[in-house]
Nanobody, 122 residues
Framework: QVQLVESGGGLVQTGESRRLSCATS????????MGWFRQAPGMEREFVAT???????DYADSVKGRFTISIDNAKNMVYLQMNSLKPEDTAVYYC????????????????WGPGTQVTVSS
């Protein structure tokens, strides 16, 4: 079993930056690939970024060049650095874990955190 808890959400202005953190715990966490997803009101949950524990990353086109996913293996932490934030980035952001490397579909992730709200005001 893997436990995930996100933090770092809040209210930011357009163009500002924010870093989300995901604390992971549970057995053999290092065997999992980690992802960030987001869900805006009335919308489907969508893929944002994923990273393997060896550091291979993938990003949604909408965030490529603005967001960076990273991991700290020693601390079992996953981060999402978000720069140049836009109002359309407003959503609940979820950290998720899977045994499938580079998975971009939410159905591939059996482990989820409760989410953290990010609101970008214009």
């Amino acid at each position: 079993q893997v436990q995930l808890v996100e933090s770092g959400g809040g209210l930011v202005q357009t163009g500002e930056s924010r870093r989300l953190s995901c604390a992971t715990s549970g057995r053999t966490v290092s065997a999992y690939s980690m992802g960030w997803f987001r869900q805006a009101p009335g919308m489907e949950r969508e893929f944002v970024a994923t990273i393997t524990w060896s550091g291979t990353t993938d990003y949604a086109d909408s965030v490529k060049g603005r967001f960076t996913i990273s991991i700290d293996n020693a601390k079992n932490m996953v981060y999402l650095q978000m720069n140049s934030l836009k109002p359309e980035d407003t959503a609940v952001y979820y950290c998720a874990g899977t045994l499938i490397p580079r998975a971009i579909h939410s159905g591939a992730y059996p482990y989820w955190g409760p989410g953290t709200q990010v609101t970008v005001s214009s």
